[in-house]
Structures are given as structure tokens and as C-alpha cells.
């Protein structure tokens, strides 16, 4: 059984008899993602559906969204959602996703602190890098006195900090919520610092931040020293030729820079991650993650993830020589981090790739 369901009241019958089977995964009725323009259950998207995703929310106005945002749709959406995976009611979006899985239990829907125990921040459009795998780039533009906004005029995306309240208030959020910033850059996010320390003083005790790190953050530094921030970092390359090939500009050095600063913060072991996407004929060659390894250990980092281009999946399943080739790599990343004791990880992509037979 999954941790999400580990502070969920279990109700047994009065006979002993065996709990009710349903599917359900680790996102559906225990996350909650904000995007751009939409709202979801899911912040990876389902690799068998060209990366689906069962929406709340969609087509969003940025210009009023914080005074519409609406506590009660999301509460009775998870609810109905909850009710429905119990009678094997399968949100189309999830179909074939290899996320699904099969669980025993009773569900108690009555106590709102129970429903959401992750929340990402996914909703800004704005970034520093032009990792050539990713699109939130491509609205940004840089103004002469080096900072970033929207290429258009209009506002792109909306408030977090009045919502965030609003689901403290409501208890969707508890200290034991682990909150996640992606983006985009979240750095260049201009509520990012506000909320971040907001979240600090309120007590959560685990905050991930996805960050390409060209921009150092006081604030995230602070958090990994208090041991509640994680902070992921995509470096996607061994060499600073490949890094630049795949991020679109030239920070290696300014990226390992920052990487040992963090590391230093760090009050427990492993806060600091490095995250390789392999995105194919770029960086996908045992040698270049060979050397990204090898440049992490020596830069004191412990916990090193291996993920996918998401655009493999935008014509269905790869080809066979791509499987292979992304299983040979797989099992050398395992193999060789194990070796250096170094922590490693999978991401969603990644595991449905090595799933195929």
C-alpha cells in the first residue's frame, strides 16, 4: 500500500471480512497540480494517452482566477472522483496509464485534511533556460535590465498566494502536505520568494523545488538548511558541450556553481538532487551519463534521477530500438550509481519505457 493512503482512517467490517478492491494510483485524489491554464490530479500526465491528464479546471483566466477559485469544486471533484475508483469508475484520462494499481481498502471521505497530500505549483511561463525537451520557455523575454517577463502584454498566469491561503484555511493543506515548485523557473516566479517563506513560517515540512539553479535563491538555500527543502536540478548532460546542446544556453558553470553552494547547506544528506532527461540522439550515450555521474559525485551530490523526453511518447509508444536502447542505459545508470553508493531514482517516463516487453 502507497504512503498517500497511510493517513486515511481504515474502516474494517464488522465481520473481518476483506477490504473493498479498487484501482486508484499515487496521484489520483492525493495530489493537486496547478498548471497555466488548468487545474489537475496529476503532474505527470499518463504516458499511454500522449501525457493526459483528469482535469478540474480547465481554460483558466489568469486576470481573475484568485477571486473565482472555487474550495468547494475541488472538494466534492475529489470526492465524486474517490466514489467513483471505488465502483471501478476509471477516469478516461487514466486509461492504460501504468501508474494504475490494485488496493484493498475502505475509504473514510469525511475529513478534508485527508485529501491532498501533495500540491504542485506548476503555473508560470517564465524561464532563464531553453531546455530543448520543454516549451515554458518560449513566451519569455528578457528586458535590458536582465529581467524576465511574458513576451505579450497580457497576464500569463495567476496569484498562487491567495489560493495557497485559501487551502490552508481550509485545511487542504496541512503541515504534513509536501508542496512542489516547478514551473517554468520558479525563481522567476514573482511570487515565488513570498510564498515559499509563507509555507516556512506556516511548518511544512517537506517543499520540493524544481530549479535549473542559473539564478541562486537565498530563500531555497534557507530551506535546505532547515532540512525541509529539496531542491531537483535537470543538469541532462556530462559535458558542458552536451549541457549546452540540451538546456539552450551556456550556464555548466555557473549551474555546478550554484550546485556546491547548495550542497554545502544541505543539513541532511541528499537534499541536493541532479536530474538527467534523456532526450534521444543528444545525450542519450552511456559515456555522457557516465560522466555526469562521475561530475556529481565529485560535486558531493547523493541522490541522482534518471527520466525521459516526453516527446518520445507524442506518437504512442516508441519503437523497439528505442526501448532497448533506453533500457541499456537504465541499467547502467542503476548499475554504475550503485556501485559509487550514490542514492538513484526513476521517473514516471522512464519506468513505463522499462515496463514494455
Given at each position: 500500500?502507497?504512503k ?7 474502516k474494517?467490517?464488522?465481520d ?7 484501482v ?8 493537486l497540480?496547478?498548471?497555466?491554464k488548468?487545474?489537475a ?7 499511454a ?28 471533484f475529489?470526492?465524486t ?5 471505488e ?12 501508474n494504475l ?7 473514510d ?6 485529501f ?6 506548476s ?7 531553453k ?21 505579450n ?17 481550509n ?43 542559473i ?6 538555500a534557507?530551506?535546505?538548511?532547515k532540512g ?32 556546491k ?23 542519450d ?9 562521475d ?24 519503437n ?17 550509481t ?8 526513476l521517473?514516471?517516463n ?6 514494455i516487453?
Open positions: 500500500m502507497f498517500y493512503f497511510n493517513n486515511l482512517k481504515i474494517q467490517n464488522s473481518n471480512s476483506a477490504d473493498k478492491q479498487f486508484s494510483c499515487e496521484a489520483l485524489n492525493s495530489r497540480v496547478f498548471f497555466g488548468k487545474i490530479f496529476c503532474s505527470n500526465g499518463n504516458p494517452q500522449n501525457r493526459a491528464y483528469p482535469i478540474i479546471y480547465d481554460n483558466i483566466n489568469p486576470n481573475n482566477f484568485e477571486k473565482t477559485f472555487d474550495i468547494n469544486k475541488i472538494i466534492n475529489i470526492r472522483n474517490r466514489k467513483n475508483l465502483n471501478g469508475i476509471i477516469p478516461a484520462s487514466c486509461e492504460g496509464c501504468n494499481d490494485s488496493y484493498h481498502y475502505h475509504s471521505i469525511t475529513n478534508l485534511k485527508n491532498i497530500e501533495y500540491i504542485q505549483f503555473d508560470w511561463g517564465l524561464c532563464n533556460s531546455c530543448i525537451y520543454c516549451n515554458a520557455w518560449t513566451n519569455t523575454k528578457q528586458l535590458p535590465s536582465g529581467e524576465y517577463t511574458t513576451k502584454a497580457e497576464k500569463d498566469t495567476y496569484l498562487i498566494l491567495p489560493i495557497i491561503k485559501q487551502l490552508v484555511n485545511e487542504v493543506i496541512t503541515k504534513d502536505t509536501t508542496i512542489d515548485f516547478a514551473g517554468g523557473e520558479p525563481t522567476l516566479y514573482c511570487q515565488f520568494e513570498e510564498a515559499l517563506k509563507y509555507f516556512i513560517k506556516f511548518g511544512i515540512k517537506n517543499i520540493l523545488v524544481f530549479s535549473n539553479i539564478k541562486y535563491s537565498p530563500i531555497i534557507e530551506g535546505i538548511k525541509i527543502i529539496t531542491l531537483i536540478v535537470s543538469v541532462d548532460a556530462g559535458t558542458k558541450e552536451v549541457h549546452q546542446k540540451v538546456k539552450g544556453v551556456e550556464s555548466y558553470d555557473i549551474v555546478y556553481k550554484n550546485l553552494q547548495y550542497v554545502l547547506c544541505e543539513k541532511n544528506k541528499g537534499q541536493v538532487e541532479s536530474k538527467y532527461v534523456i532526450v534521444p540522439e543528444i545525450n550515450s552511456i559515456e555522457e551519463i557516465s560522466f555526469w555521474i561530475k556529481s559525485k565529485e560535486t558531493g551530490i547523493n541522490k541522482l534521477i534518471l527520466n525521459l523526453d516526453n516527446r518520445v511518447f507524442e506518437h504512442g509508444t516508441p523497439i530500438e528505442l526501448v532497448k536502447k533506453i533500457k541499456t542505459l537504465t541499467d547502467f545508470f542503476i548499475e554504475k550503485s556501485k559509487l553508493n550514490i542514492e538513484n531514482a521517473y514516471s522512464i519506468k513505463f519505457i522499462n515496463q516487453k
